[in-house]
């Protein structure tokens, strides 16, 4: 599921097409996936970890490339830290 999201899958339906590769499921563990399994999975997430992981990655881009240290970008990549 996680390297649905960070590969940028837009929708279930991406996802169950990527995760339909006979190898990778072999590899994971399951024979069949469906866009019904992945949204119940999808909404086990605890939200708390995925921010978390987000903000590591922010961390760590900005740490290799110095982004800007102005408000405004930040309101843009972060909206719900500025209200």
């Known amino acids: ?10 929708s ?11 190898n990778l499921q072999n590899t994971l563990g399951f024979s ?4 019904s399994q992945l949204s119940r999975k999808n909404n086990e997430v605890d939200p708390a970890i ?6 590591e990655l922010v961390s760590q881009l ?10 405004w970008f930040w309101k843009l990549l972060i909206p719900q830290r500025f209200h």
Do not use: C
Not at 1 to 10: C, D, I, P, R, V
Not at 62 to 71: E, I, S, V
């Open 1 to 10: 599921m996680l390297y649905s999201h960070l590969s940028g899958q837009e």
């Open 62 to 71: 900005n740490a290799r490339y110095q982004l800007p240290k102005t408000k």
């Open 50 to 55: 995925l921010s978390s992981l987000f903000l």
């Open 12 to 22: 279930l339906h991406a996802m169950e097409a990527t995760l339909a590769d006979e």
């Open 32 to 35: 069949s996936i469906s866009v």
